[in-house]
């Protein structure tokens, strides 16, 4: 299938709502050339995609109404999408404008050409101690902003942060985040993938927010080659491993990182809090107001291209179970950022 045939397939306007100023009047699939498939899941794919006006790269993420009905996924859907419109950093993947055409609620997101930080330290080896408190300190600083704003992500793992042109970190993918009405709210759903799940996950008992900071401590040493601690020969013997905090590490990192890590792979109430984070010795020489305002220069080593994938098989024809273009639970995605550069 050509890439023109997939452009204007099921395109659909969306209809102007009176009074509604962060509405978009008429939202055309067709607004956006594709340029690559990025990555695909069971929810659906991303693209990355070309606005036909503004010129401007963002990455479109299409889900399946099909997929989303049978697996009675519409709530954690409208979840994420909630999340990430109120959600506007520097740090995190923002969520430009939403719309829907017969089969797919699409969103327009954010795209970050370097590729996600497991394809980035597959492609260039494990960190430096720059490259590594940089980036250390710049997810802080993303897991920060969103405690701050009263979400908890709960799926934070490579695959997950994704390295922008200019060299900076964003956080993606709110599929499973959580908001939270309170600092110290209590959550209780298993979730997130298994390698990164905290001990309270595991066993299935209460946690915090501070869940994210056990998966920051974990991703340090994703950042200096050491992955995957706890990761044993079967499930349950991974399970085990978190839940007895039984580390074991592939190679060193450096001295301080460890120190942090191992201060972060710990049960909840001898885990270091955010503020005990920022004034670790890991972090002696971040200046953390310059990391906040992202003044600090990105390390200039990394590679920020990603490759091609083929279209052909892009938009598959769709069976399943039938879907009204009208139906209205699929009419509250309608959504565009008021700035569209």
Known sequence: M???NVRNDNVETIPKEENMENQHPKVLLGDYEIVRELGKGSYGKVLHVVHKVTNVKYALKL??????????QIGDLKKEFNIMRDLDSEFVVNLVQVFHTPQNVCFVMDYCQGGNFRYVIKANGPMDIY???????????AIKYLHENNVVHQDLKPENLLLTESGHLKICDFGLSEL???PQAKLNRRCGSRLYLSPEKVLGI????SSDWWTFGLLIGDFFGCHFPFKRATSQGTDAAIANLKMEWERE???YAMDLVGALLKYEHDRLT?????????FWRVNWEDFDQQRVLPPDTYNRQESDVELSQFMETEDSIDIDENNDVFNTFCYKRFSMN
């Open 63 to 72: 889900f399946n109404k099909n997929v989303v009905l049978e697996k009675n």
């Open 131 to 141: 490259q590594g408190t940089f980036y250390s300190a710049e997810l802080f600083c």
């Open 2 to 4: 050509s890439s023109s």
């Open 206 to 209: 209460e946690y915090t927010k």
């Open 253 to 255: 990192m450096p001295k």
């Open 180 to 182: 939270i009405m309170c």
């Open 274 to 282: 955010q503020e005990e984070i920022s004034q670790h010795r890991f």
